[in-house]
């Protein structure tokens, strides 16, 4: 009989909406993010450099580039006998099939897979935030403390605090309440949606709601276990955890990469992130080229200037072109003499000679201002812009764009640009 302690079912069925284009044809979790990774790498090393050899990857929304990122899991040393990385899709059933309705319902409909493992402790975690935990030492605070649910919380600001689950502990961090995104927050701990689950106490708690629709840790699951008596216990993170869920906080997290003390380190040596790297020549930078605090990508060639910017892998970066604050991602070319300022750049994308991005004043954007604001231009992938065109800040390309698209060769700022064939 096979058992492991502990196995993780990390949730990547997300669609990740807020982030908009970047989204369109991928998960959240298998964009590209700091040059060379993919969001999903973060938990998947955590897991293996904490000792969990288990991983359950739910999967629904574009999984495609996620599934042959992920593969057979050999970047992350999950490619195992017994246990190591298995992709769990939504699948048809004899009676009561359905997609996955909530981030507990996708669990619930994966017992079967769980109780293969005869596991005494099940770790749920998100696959679309940036950090580094230890989930061993998770582990130890969960069995010491004799938790039954331990759920991993941070502080965050006051003002933020309706956004998350809040929790009031007492001075032993046992939960005395449990608020999802309340009104009016009595506490500012989070919750991180990583949570650590007896079995049997998971078990039976989805049982026992699965006719809930859109079964939720936050909403049903976490609620259900408190109200039964069950001890419950927040473990305080204090290291650097990032939701990427905006363009804006994407954008920071990456920035944050260069910082000349970056709060984030991807180099230490005792915490590797691993990632499936394609096969890339090495990067190229021209007699004419300048690069500062910048992350580049294998396989690109620099015949511009680059400051302060995450380039991917395979990208081509023009003579005479400027790139400031910008993110661009794998295999983008860019032509001679373009300009970018806090643009992201999606993958694959194509711009023509002399095309200037984020330029002018900042106005709102027309079609989704509560997704493309602070002044970033974003470009979906395989976009093309053609030579000589203009785009203003808070402004979205999505699709390939003729001359004939745009005025007098400018898209204003504020502008949303989505070619006949592509969606939101």
């Known amino acids: 009989m096979v058992k492991k302690e502990m196995i993780a079912m990390l949730l990547a069925g997300g669609q990740g909406s807020r982030l908009g284009v970047l989204t369109s044809k991928v998960a959240k979790p298998a964009v590209a993010f700091g040059g060379k990774y993919r969001i999903i790498d973060f938990p998947l090393s955590n897991c293996i450099n904490s000792g969990v ?4 990857v739910l999967t629904q929304y574009q999984p495609l580039r996620l599934n042959s990122h992920i593969g057979i899991g050999i970047p992350w040393d999950l490619d195992r006998n017994i246990g190591g990385v298995t992709v769990l899709p939504p699948y048809e059933r004899l009676s009561n099939s359905e997609w996955y309705t909530g981030t507990a319902n996708a669990i619930y409909q994966n017992l079967e897979y769980m109780e293969s493992y005869h596991p005494e402790y099940v770790l749920i975690l998100s696959g679309d935030h940036i950090y580094k935990m230890d989930y061993e030492i998770m582990l130890d605070f969960h069995k010491e403390s004799g938790a039954e649910v331990t759920i991993a919380v941070m502080p965050v600001p006051m003002e933020e605090a309706g956004r998350f689950g809040i929790l009031t502990v007492n001075d032993k961090s046992r939960i005395l309440k449990f608020e999802e995104k309340p009104v009016h927050p009595q506490s500012n701990l989070a919750s991180m949606g990583i949570y650590i689950f007896n079995w049997k106490t998971l078990k039976k708690a989805l049982l026992t709601m699965a006719g809930q629709p859109a079964l939720d840790f936050g909403k049903h699951v976490i609620p ?6 069950a001890p419950m216990y927040a473990y305080e993170f204090t290291g650097y955890w990032k939701d990427v869920g905006t363009l804006q906080s994407y954008w920071e997290a990456n920035m944050e990469l260069i910082d000349i003390v970056p709060e984030f380190n991807l180099y230490e040596e ?4 691993y990632t499936k790297s394609e096969i890339q020549p090495p990067q190229y930078f021209s007699a004419d080229s300048v690069v500062e605090r910048s992350i580049i990508g294998e396989g690109t060639d620099v015949y511009g200037r680059v400051y302060n910017s995450v380039i991917g892998c395979g990208v081509t970066i023009g003579k005479d072109t ?3 604050d910008s993110i ?4 983008t070319q860019t032509g001679n003499q373009c300009e970018l300022y806090k643009a992201i750049v999606a993958e694959e994308v194509r711009l023509g000679n002399h095309v200037r991005l984020g330029i002018g004043e900042e106005t709102e954007n027309d079609t989704a ?3 493309y604001n602070n002044g970033i231009v974003t470009v979906g992938e395989r976009s093309v812009i053609p030579n000589g ?6 402004s979205v390309i999505f699709g390939v764009t003729t001359g004939a698209d745009y005025e007098a060769c400018t898209l204003p700022g504020g502008r949303t640009l989505i070619k006949a064939g592509e969606h939101l």
């Open 224 to 229: 259900y276990c408190h109200r039964k008596g």
């Open 322 to 324: 400027v790139v400031r």
């Open 369 to 371: 201002p509560h997704i």
């Open 389 to 394: 065109i203009t785009v203003g800040k808070n």
């Open 53 to 56: 050899d288990t991983v359950g």
């Open 270 to 273: 005792y915490w590797k992130i």
């Open 328 to 331: 661009i991602m794998n295999n």
